[in-house]
């Protein structure tokens, strides 16, 4: 019995083209995790897309992080990915920015278009929110100085809307210890896991000093391993208009 089961198992193991699932590295936000990722929140966008010669109406759901400058006592900046607001067309329809306090308060916001990159080459966008949020409540994140650093780890988070941890977009999940895999001027590439919903998430490398800077805006991947981001350094004169 247990030379045949060894014997399947061997066969298993090495049949060419069989497919091993990565490990979901990713994990859901509980009390321990880092305060920082409270300012990554769920963005809703209103949208209409023109299919089979109709306009149809469809809500993108897509996530967003708050930033603020050194030193703000409110922020009411965010940012998330161009491709979250593709179909936004009708600007009475508003914008939605959720997020959660650290006493389990939801936290909404209204938000409009402030600029962004114009297509999936530039998949970023700013934002601005009618009504700011309290640093008391939750700080906005500071804005990397540069470029991540490669040798160094960073994290990846959003609201997922896989049917397992990121439960269907309701879980904020988040990628603790990945790695970039290539840098290139527009877009880099990291061995995160993060899935349909993440768009718009955010990139966080930590500074020497242990402090949570915003590095980037997730983009797009394969959900298995290859995430990609854009990098702060593409739209960074962009935000030095528009960041308070």
């Known amino acids: ?68 400058s050194s030193g703000s006592q409110r922020a009411n ?46 998949d970023w966008a700013i934002l601005r929110l009618y009504q700011p949020v309290a640093q008391h409540e939750i700080a906005g994140i500071k804005v990397s100085p540069g470029r991540a650093d490669p040798e160094l780890p960073i994290t990846m988070a959003g609201y997922s809307r896989d049917d397992g941890i990121g439960l269907q977009g309701k879980q904020l999940t988040y990628d603790a210890d990945c790695r970039i895999t290539a840098q290139a001027t527009d877009s880099t590439d990291s061995n995160c896991n993060a899935h349909k919903g993440a768009s718009g998430g955010a990139v966080i490398q930590l500074s020497p000093e242990g402090e949570a800077l915003f590095c980037g805006v997730v983009s797009r991947g394969d959900s298995e391993g290859l995430s990609i981001y854009v990098p702060v350094s593409r739209f960074r004169s962009a935000l030095r208009q528009h960041l308070n």
């Open 77 to 122: 900046t965010i940012i998330t990915a161009w491709h979250c607001l593709e179909f936004y067309r009708d600007l009475s329809e508003p914008i939605s920015f959720t997020l959660k306090s650290a006493a389990g308060n939801t936290i909404s916001r209204e938000a409009y278009r402030l600029a962004d990159g114009g297509g999936m080459h530039g």
């Open 1 to 68: 019995m247990w030379p045949v089961l060894s014997l399947m198992l061997l066969c298993l193991w090495s049949t060419p083209g069989l497919a091993v699932a990565p490990a979901d590295t990713r994990q859901a936000m509980h009390e321990r995790s880092p305060q920082w990722l409270r300012a990554v929140g769920r963005l809703q966008v209103p949208g209409n897309r023109y299919r089979d010669g109709h306009y149809r109406h469809q809500t993108e759901d897509c996530s967003a992080t708050l930033i603020a």
